[in-house]
């Protein structure tokens, strides 16, 4: 026993050896919220706050890289835009080059084309007619040789007795002289007839026409022609009128007189644009020669063969277009016949004027065959 007791108290006498170290945890737990690191007692808590924040920076993070993305996308787009920008602009300034060229080019072989003709037919070229028209323009427009030249106190004097202005704003001495011939010029004289107009009309005796072509322009002839022609037009609306004055108070009243009188009149009215024609002389010639057909018939009471070239001058010879004038590839025969032009065309088409002042001829012709009806009965028109 007592050896015992003494080798129970050097045991306790001795130091302890000290104890390993424990290994490290593989597992980690949390229980109410509480986290633990195996066996370790002291481990690190993550907040749920912490947690937010962490997700709250990945999100923005994430946010502005998708910004940067989308902006760098729409600056290439921008870019894109601004160099297809710049090309159309370009190629829009090329083609306006190569239009201005192309009609500088045009309008050079034009002018030079026009120098050509106007020097064919004796007439001063562009450059010279610009140069005119400039002079003209700056005032220094030379008097014309066929008008008399006046001083220039004298003509202002000579303005101011007709109670005219003796300048006006930007007028040159040419320009103020032709003012002054102009007020000064003897008025037209117009006849005391159906149709005023200045032409020295004939006597019946003397309105015989007796050429069958129209006269060559400005000749004597040609002058002669147009009055014999507004004579026998204008002969035939006074007796016309005169008829219808003559009537009774009753006829005149009824509903075929007040006809009767609206259709001369608008006869006259129609007729008018035909009598300016005859006092400018500048009547066509595919018109003026049927009129003198007409005119000759009718002076020899064959109306017939007038209404035969009222016909013809009204609607012509010429093919008209009814239906389908094209149809394939080819063209049908005669089919250029439609767009002749001359003594085949349909003058009733030209214009209103024309129109109406050709039905006028034709109501003319409707009251002659009544007022000097024609020995054949052949030749009274249907």
């Known amino acids: 026993m007592a050896d015992f007791a003494s080798l129970m108290s050097a045991a306790i006498k001795k130091k302890p050896a000290p104890a390993p170290a424990p290994a490290p945890a593989t597992s980690k737990s949390t229980t109410n ?64 080059r190569l239009a201005e060229e192309s009609k500088a080019c045009r309008e050079a072989e034009e002018e030079a084309e026009e120098d050509k003709r106007r ?33 220039e106190d004298e003509l202002k004097a000579k303005l101011r007795e007709l109670k005219e202005p003796a300048i006006l704003f930007a007028e040159s001495h040419a320009a103020r002289l032709k003012r002054y011939r102009t007020l ?32 060559p322009a400005g000749s004597p002839e040609r002058s002669l022609l147009l009055r014999q022609l507004a004579s026998y037009f204008t002969m035939i609306l006074t007796e016309w009128i005169r008829a219808l ?31 300016k024609k005859f006092e400018r002389g500048d009547i066509e010639e595919g ?13 020899k009471r064959r109306y017939v063969e007038a209404n035969d070239a009222y016909l013809t001058l009204s609607i012509g010879k010429a093919a008209w ?25 349909a003058h009733i088409l030209s214009d209103e004027s024309t129109r109406k002042y050709l039905q006028a001829i034709k109501r003319c012709l409707t009251f002659a065959q009544t007022r000097w009806p024609p020995d054949d009965h052949l030749q009274l028109m249907g």
């Not at 450059?127 to 427009?141: C, V």
């Not at 007839?193 to 007796?210: G, K, N, R």
């Open 321 to 345: 277009p009814i239906g389908v004038t094209m149809v394939g590839i080819h063209e049908r025969s005669a089919r250029e016949k439609l767009h002749e032009s001359g003594r085949e065309t």
């Open 287 to 299: 018109v003026l020669e049927p009129v003198i057909e007409i005119v000759r018939a009718a002076q």
């Open 245 to 275: 004055d003559g009537r009774d108070a009753e006829v005149k009243t009824s509903s075929q007189g007040r006809v009767a009188a609206a259709a001369m009149e608008q006869s006259r009215d129609n007729l008018r644009p035909l009598f």
């Open 119 to 151: 020097k064919r037919v004796g007439l001063p070229s562009l450059t010279e007619k610009r140069a005119a028209e400039a002079a003209k323009q700056d005032g220094d427009t030379p008097v014309p040789e066929e008008m008399e030249d006046i001083d």
């Open 184 to 215: 000064t010029a003897p008025k037209p004289v117009l006849s005391n007839t159906p149709i005023p107009t200045t032409l020295s009309l004939l006597p019946e005796s003397e309105m015989h026409v007796a050429v069958t072509k129209p006269p």
């Open 33 to 96: 919220g509480k986290a633990t690191n195996g066996d370790a007692p002291n481990a690190k808590f993550v907040r749920r706050a912490e947690l937010e924040a962490q997700r709250e920076a990945a999100y923005r993070a994430e946010q502005a890289a998708a910004i940067a993305a989308k902006e760098e996308r729409l600056a290439a787009k921008r870019k894109r835009e601004e160099d297809e920008a710049e090309k159309n602009a370009l190629i829009e300034e090329k083609r306006r």
